[in-house]
């Protein structure tokens, strides 16, 4: 029954990391490229190059950021109920 309690609580923690995921990339992306914004896939003023690495540096920040906030919440649970969100 515990383990329920996760579900909602893990959605709240995975849409903050989302959030910290995006802001994150944003710094990145205008440190390194010096543009405000990453280019969009149909943007045309940008090449095949500039879209696919960018995209790819966004999929790994977001994927970092979201594997590290998801598993802080699942020990975070765990400290607080004795059961570890995952196990059946």
């Known amino acids: 029954m515990n383990k329920m309690l996760y ?6 923690v995975s849409s903050l ?3 910290a995921a995006s802001m994150l990339f944003k710094q990145i ?4 490229s010096g543009e405000d914004d990453a280019p969009d896939a149909t ?4 090449g095949w190059a500039e879209v696919v690495v960018a995209a790819a540096v966004q999929g790994a920040i977001f994927g970092a950021v979201k594997a590290a906030v998801d598993r802080a919440g699942a020990e ?6 004795g059961d570890w969100p995952g196990d059946e």
């Open 76 to 81: 975070g649970y765990r400290k607080a109920t």
């Open 7 to 12: 579900k909602p609580l893990g959605l709240v």
């Open 17 to 19: 990391g989302g959030i």
């Open 43 to 46: 943007d045309a003023k940008y």
């Open 29 to 32: 992306w205008r440190r390194v």
